[in-house]
T-cell receptor, first 110, second 120 residues
Framework: AQTVTQSQPEMSVQEAETVTLSCTYDTSESDYYLFWYKQPPSRQMILVIRQEAYKQQNATENRFSVNFQKAAKSFSLKISDSQLGDAAMYFCVGDNKFYFGSGTKLNVKP | DTGVSQDPRHKITKRGQNVTFRCDPISEHNRLYWYRQTLGQGPEFLTYFQNEAQLEKSRLLSDRFSAERPKGSFSTLEIQRTEQGDSAMYLC??????????????????FGQGTRLTVV
């Protein structure tokens, strides 16, 4: 089984600044995927970034990057040069039956 | 449109009535997931299918809830004798089983826009 924990219910960041969202997880598997999904207000859930556990290199997608610490079971999301459109709920998700964390609401201040 | 579609988008029902929601996954996807999401919370896993087989049901899914996926294509989620506590967004997602992880983990799940249920 896989559990996912997000300890930050809400975060705020100034436009153009950098913010890091935290996630820890627990799994008995050695190979797996981890994801960050974004859910803007009243809109569809979309994939932000994906990390394959057997790859040591941290995933990067434009302004979004992860810090994946496999031994510590930590999977944080860094958003650089934050934009107003980044405001949303962000969910950390494990690939086993797609269990979601409780989410972090990100506010972006102009 | 080749994404995941859910029908209806909104449903208002009286307490005690039965409701059924439909999810049409992306056609080549063999996994289908149902979630329930209340305001400000993360989606709670309800159940998932691999092809037509229902592999797991959450304890959240009481006897009043049933899900089917005949022929491994679309899926339905039925709630019998609805209660006010059933009011939520019901999300459906689909994915394809993919390697290379030994667990057969999924590389990405695609979500529908959800069905918002209001029980009055």
């Amino acid at each position: 089984a896989q559990t996912v924990t997000q300890s930050q219910p809400e975060m705020s960041v100034q436009e153009a600044e950098t913010v890091t969202l935290s996630c820890t997880y627990d799994t008995s598997e050695s190979d797996y995927y981890l994801f960050w999904y974004k859910q803007p207000p009243s809109r569809q859930m979309i994939l932000v970034i994906r990390q394959e556990a057997y790859k040591q290199q941290n995933a990067t997608e434009n302004r979004f990057s992860v810090n994946f610490q496999k031994a510590a079971k930590s999977f944080s999301l860094k958003i650089s040069d934050s934009q107003l459109g980044d405001a949303a709920m962000y969910f950390c998700v494990g690939d086993n039956k797609f269990y979601f964390g409780s989410g972090t609401k990100l506010n972006v201040k102009p | 449109d080749t994404g995941v579609s859910q029908d209806p988008r909104h449903k208002i029902t009286k307490r005690g009535q039965n409701v059924t929601f439909r999810c049409d996954p992306i056609s080549e996807h063999n996994r289908l997931y149902w979630y329930r999401q209340t305001l400000g919370q993360g989606p709670e896993f309800l159940t998932y299918f691999q092809n037509e087989a229902q592999l797991e049901k959450s304890r959240l899914l009481s006897d009043r809830f049933s899900a089917e996926r005949p022929k491994g294509s679309f899926s339905t989620l039925e709630i019998q004798r609805t209660e006010q506590g059933d009011s939520a967004m019901y999300l459906c997602a689909s994915s394809s089983l993919s390697g290379p992880t030994p667990t057969g983990g999924t590389a990405e799940a695609f979500f529908g826009q959800g069905t918002r249920l209001t029980v009055v």
